[in-house]
Every structure is written in C-alpha cells, then in structure tokens.
C-alpha cells in the first residue's frame, strides 16, 4: 500500500489573508459607489443638463462616449502594463489582470464605436468616416480583439500567454497615437472639451464630470471582477494539473 502524496500547497500568509480581508471590505463599498454615482449622473445628464441647441437630444451621447473612451483607455493600459510584469516576472496573478483589464477595455471600446457613428450620423451626416481618431480606435480594438481571442481559445499555455502578452504591450503605442491624433492630423473627430472644439456650456460640467467618475469606478469594479474569475480559474487549472500528476506517480507505483 502507497503512502499517500503531499499536496505542494502553501498556507496563505497572514499579510494575504489581512489582504483578503481588505478586499473584502472594499468590494461592497466600490459596489455601493459606482452605483451611486451611475444614479447620480444618469439623472444629471437626463433632467438637468440643458440640451445643445443644434444636435439636441444627440448631444447627450457625449456623457457615455467620452467617459467610455477614458474607461477604454483605463483597460487598455492595465492590460499593456500588466502584461509587461508578467513578460518580465512570469506571475500569474499579473496575467489575470491583464485578460481582465484587455477584457474590459475592449467592452467600452465597442461602446466607444458604437455611440460615435450615432453622434456622426447626426454632426456629419454619415454613420462612419475614415477620421484619424477613429481609425486608430478601431486599430486598437483590433489588437486586443486578437489578445483576447488568443486566450479564449482554449486553455493558453506559456507560448500563448507570451504572444498575447507582447501584442497587450504593442498596443500601447496605438493610444498615445489616438489620444493625439485630432491635434496631429486635423481630423473631422472634434475635440469639445477643449476651446478648439468650442467647449462646453458650464451647466454641462456637472453631468459630464460625473459620468466621468461613474464611468471611472465602473470600470475599477470590472476590473477588479474580472481578475477575481481569472485567478479563481488560474487556481482550478492548478489544482486540476496536480490532481493529474498525482493519477500519474500513484499509477506508476
């Protein structure tokens, strides 16, 4: 009769376990202020906020498609910088957060490509131009579409992870090209908060600046959420791959 094999599965530490105690204060109080100010800013955009004199009603896309533009931004960079950790360290837990900050950028960048050819349709007169800011939108969408259909398919081993890694921290390139794209190229793409694009009424800040903050803790909170699945998968891979083994050494005792 074999003795039975060790499980290689360290204790978690006391400073982990304060970690974990942290986090699980903080979850419900992020949970509690994003939808807190979702509320708030949907009833400032909606009955508070003047509309603008020529797009109307339209102009409103203005408080989802910029705040979604800064939240894509936010993703895109957590998963570019994370993935850079993990090229250099090979942690896992930086690889979860970059497949959940690629995951969620790449969420409100569809958002972003959705609500602007509505706002073209109205301000240009077509659903879609070639506009430099747009176009190097869609390129990075295109980056982290192929990083996250190189992790989804399948379980990824470390070729993959490397791959996909490398395409996160290329992509980064492409934001500062779209953050100055406007300023470099003179696009059609208009840039209202600032004087060139004629800059916004003052009774507008206080929505616009509000969904900036919901948008910000929205995406904090999917992040977040998202890294959580990905490490409790990462764990169940583990422990599957050491419940593998084991069949393996105890069948060839």
């Known amino acids: 009769m074999t003795e039975p094999l060790p499980i290689r599965?360290?204790?978690?530490?006391?400073?982990?376990?304060?970690?974990?105690?942290?986090?699980?204060?903080l979850w419900p109080a992020l949970w509690g202020v994003t939808v807190l100010l979702m509320g708030i800013s949907l009833y400032e955009i909606f009955f508070?906020?003047?509309?603008?004199?020529?797009?109307?009603?339209?102009?409103?896309?203005?408080?989802?498609?910029?705040?979604?533009?800064?939240?894509?931004?936010v993703g895109f960079v957590t998963a570019g910088v994370a993935s850079g950790v993990y090229l250099a360290r090979r942690d896992e837990?930086?690889?979860?957060?970059?497949?959940?900050?690629?995951?969620?950028?790449?969420?409100f960048c569809?958002?972003?490509?959705?609500?602007g050819p509505l706002w073209a349709r109205k301000a240009w007169g077509v659903w879609w131009a070639w506009d430099p800011r747009l176009t190097t939108t869609l390129l990075a969408g295109m980056i982290y579409?192929?990083?996250?259909?190189?992790?989804?398919?399948?379980?990824?081993?470390?070729?993959?992870?490397?791959?996909?890694?490398?395409?996160a921290v290329l992509g980064l390139p492409v934001l500062v090209v779209i953050h100055y794209s406007v300023q470099r190229w003179r696009g059609q793409h208009p840039t209202v908060i600032t004087s060139r694009g004629g800059g916004l009424a003052a009774s507008m800040y206080p929505a616009f600046f509000l969904s900036l903050a919901a948008f910000t803790a929205l995406v904090?909170?999917?992040i977040w959420a998202r890294t959580r699945v990905e490490r409790q998968r990462q764990r169940v891979l583990a422990l599957e791959m050491l419940a593998t083994e084991r069949d393996l050494m105890e069948g060839d005792e």
Request: aromatic share 8%; no cysteine; net charge positive.
């Open 9 to 25: 599965a360290s204790a978690p530490k006391p400073a982990a376990a304060a970690q974990g105690g942290t986090a699980g204060m």
């Open 48 to 73: 508070v906020a003047p509309a603008e004199v020529q797009m109307g009603i339209v102009q409103k896309i203005f408080y989802f498609h910029v705040p979604s533009a800064y939240a894509m931004y």
């Open 93 to 107: 837990r930086w690889d979860a957060i970059a497949v959940a900050g690629a995951e969620v950028g790449l969420a």
């Open 110 to 115: 569809i958002i972003v490509l959705t609500t």
């Open 145 to 167: 579409v192929a990083f996250v259909s190189l992790r989804g398919s399948g379980a990824a081993g470390q070729v993959e992870k490397r791959f996909a890694a490398g395409l």
């Open 220 to 222: 904090a909170l999917l």
